[in-house]
């Protein structure tokens, strides 16, 4: 469904699975780390977005309903579905998705963690870096996955009401300012990830392209 964008290195399997569910399916952080193995339909294929961490970053974090108490769909990209795969192969299922291996120290099995939201604004930045992009006083956050994949969408002629429901926005008006918002930056990130890509023999990279 969507064409491939130029994105950032990815070095670790987790970076891959985490970065295809928000810049492929347009999943806020808080609805990527509540994801399960029973929201995946394989067969359609998509994903049942029917979860989110509130109060995501703290500690006392709980299961909640999604933004709006919306239940909704999202694309489940064939990248997406390689890359989780990949990842249960190296750190096996697990509750949720994207779960790091489970560690033994001294002689105790540990409980399964899964990344929060401190990996995930640290790891940003490094995928900025590592794509050589600029910020120049420009604002580009986890966020900002969900505002490229709506423009990209847009782009390909994909009716607002769609992509409305794709991001679970209660309100188009919140939709629009989105594409207004977010053009000219994602343009110029795209032009400068897509440079590092020709320079780069680097396969587990995840791309697409915007305009």
């Known amino acids: 469904m969507l064409q491939k964008i130029s994105l950032i290195h990815l070095i670790h399997t987790m970076e891959l699975a985490v970065c295809s569910a928000m810049f492929l399916s347009g999943l806020r952080r808080s609805e990527v780390f509540a994801l399960k193995p029973c929201d995946l339909d394989w067969d359609t294929p998509k994903i049942n977005v029917c979860k989110l961490w509130q109060r995501f970053g703290h500690k006392d974090k709980t299961e909640g309903p999604p933004k709006g108490k919306r239940e909704r769909k999202a694309p489940f990209d064939p990248i997406l579905q390689e890359a989780i795969k990949n990842l249960w192969v190296e750190n096996r299922q697990h509750e949720y998705i994207h779960s790091f291996k ?5 002689g105790e099995i540990q409980p399964v963690k899964t990344p929060g939201s401190s990996w995930i604004s640290q790891n940003f930045k490094r995928w900025l870096r590592r794509a050589g992009i600029v910020l120049h006083g420009r604002k580009i956050v986890p966020h900002s996955s969900r505002l490229s994949l709506a423009t990209l969408l847009e782009k ?32 110029d990130v795209g032009l400068k990830i897509s440079e590092v890509m020709k320079k780069s ?4 990279i995840l ?5």
Request: a positive charge; zero cysteines.
């Open 102 to 106: 489970r560690q033994i120290i001294n």
């Open 156 to 187: 390909r002629g994909v009716p607002l009401r769609y992509i409305q429901e794709l991001l679970g926005h209660s309100d188009m008006k919140n939709t629009k300012t989105y594409l207004v918002e977010s053009t000219d930056t994602i343009r």
């Open 201 to 204: 023999k680097d396969s587990n």
């Open 207 to 211: 791309e697409f392209k915007v305009s």
